[in-house]
């Protein structure tokens, strides 16, 4: 297994990871050293990054100093494909090279942000499955270009817009990065068809796992063959002996509001004050809001009313079930929580990928998309009233929960390793997602 040196990266596949090691597989893991204590944790075996960059997304800007001092959004996103992902790629190889003299691993089980990927299937030989633990990135003739946060076009004029953007992202906004990985591609030999960064990991696959189910994801007439839905993808969760969390308060107020903005955005302000303030002295409302370390004892000294709970950390499965909306910054693994939980949701995140997933969440009417990083006051309010009110979002989250509920994830991974290596005759349903997505009413 390895993974992309991010947390949204790494934990989905932890659960999965235990599990098949429960089932008698020798899973190895190659990471970053950041995640050692969690593989330790884990009681698996880790091979650290060695040639690769050692790093963590959520500390690029000190691993990458140079990061801090480019001002243009389209500048820095390339740059952070070129440096995050493009340039890995060969340090990954060579690391894997020594691996395997030690570990001769049939598989690649890795995720859609691991560049090492593609040279692990043409340089080693091995076969990768791919979990894709965010909305599908491949691109389609029926969408525009993935990262722009746009719905599919409705109209003739729409659809026209969207081809251009999807021309533009290739030939302007991404060229060079693009350029980059096909430079290095060639210096292996390594076939990509002028695939994009977005594309190349997808499309070279021999499995692609999407995490979620059809019901988050846009109709596509051209999705690739060696895709498959996998339903939601879970931590591993340690038996570690603790009280299940409850609070007193939960049976004192109408409506429960959970509120959070994951690990890695450390910037209170964005969304956890605007949340407080719009919250604070609600006679009907109860907020809770996790903060994930960043300035909870100045948050609770600040926040102290009765309708208001604020604690570091406190899991999902604790909290959830007493909850009617979640308003979230768009991480995809907490959204799916909240969905597998019932929980409509109201969504302000634009960076790293979010906007993609807010935007499904809103097309979707399985909450409110605000289309923001940094919400007021009263636009919280005023979503969370319309979710709480409005049953269209409760009955569209039960719909997609449903669905998430028929399926097994970690059973399906197996499986679909089992495929890949010819190992097993009893494989999972081969039908198309185009078939699947075809013959449903979203």
Not at 110 to 121: P, R
Not at 134 to 140: D, G, K, R, V
Not at 226 to 234: A, Q, S
Not at 271 to 300: M, N, Q
């Amino acid at each position: 297994m390895a993974s992309a040196p991010a947390d949204g990266h790494f934990n989905p596949m932890t659960g999965v990871g235990k599990y098949l090691e429960s089932q008698g597989h020798d899973v190895r893991w190659y990471a970053t050293t950041h995640y050692a204590d969690k593989i330790r944790q884990m009681e698996m075996h880790h091979y650290p990054f060695t040639v690769a960059k050692n790093f963590l997304a959520s500390n690029i800007d000190t691993d990458f100093p140079e990061r801090q001092h480019i001002k243009n959004p389209i500048k820095k996103i390339n740059w952070d494909i070129e440096h995050f992902f493009i340039a890995r790629g060969p340090e990954y190889l060579e690391d894997m090279k020594a691996i395997k003299q030690e570990f001769d691993f049939d598989v690649l089980l890795c995720d859609n942000g691991f560049t090492g990927a593609v040279f692990a299937k043409y340089e080693l030989g091995v076969p990768i499955v791919v979990l894709s633990i965010l909305p599908l990135t491949e691109s389609s003739r029926d969408l525009a270009p993935y990262g722009l946060g746009l719905t599919p076009a409705r109209s003739i004029a729409g659809r026209l817009f969207h081809s251009g953007l999807r021309w533009l992202a290739t030939n302007v906004l991404f060229k060079n990065s693009n350029k980059i990985l096909h430079e290095i591609l060639n210096r292996y030999d390594i076939p990509h068809e002028r695939l994009s960064v977005f594309d190349l990991v997808c499309k070279k696959a021999d499995i692609l796992l999407q995490s979620g189910s059809p019901r988050f994801e846009y109709q596509r007439s051209d999705l690739s063959d060696n895709v498959r839905f996998i339903g939601g993808l879970l931590p591993y969760q340690p038996a570690n002996g603790k009280k299940q969390w409850f609070a007193d308060k939960i049976t004192e107020y109408k409506n429960i509001v959970l509120v959070t903005q994951g690990t890695v955005e450390k910037d209170v302000s964005k969304l956890l004050v605007p949340a407080l303030e719009a919250f604070k002295d609600d006679a009907d409302t109860l907020l809770i809001c996790t903060t994930g370390g960043s300035d909870t004892a100045r948050l609770k000294k600040q926040y102290g009313q009765h309708n208001i709970i604020i604690e570091d950390f406190i899991a999902f499965k604790d909290v959830m079930p007493f909850c009617d909306v979640y308003i979230s910054n768009g991480g995809y693994g907490g959204v799916l929580l909240g969905i597998e939980h019932r929980l409509p949701l109201v969504v302000a995140g634009v960076h790293e990928g979010k906007n993609e997933i807010c935007a499904r969440i809103g097309y979707f009417n399985y909450g409110v998309n605000l289309k923001t990083e940094r919400p007021s006051p009263p636009q919280l309010r005023k979503a969370v009233n319309e979710v709480l009110m409005n049953p269209l979002y409760k009955n569209a989250v039960e719909h997609l929960a449903e669905e998430l509920e028929t399926y097994q994830p970690n059973q399906l991974v197996e499986q679909y390793i089992y495929e890949v290596l010819d190992r097993q005759p009893n494989k999972p349903s081969t039908k198309t997602p185009v078939q699947v997505m075809a013959e449903m009413s979203i």
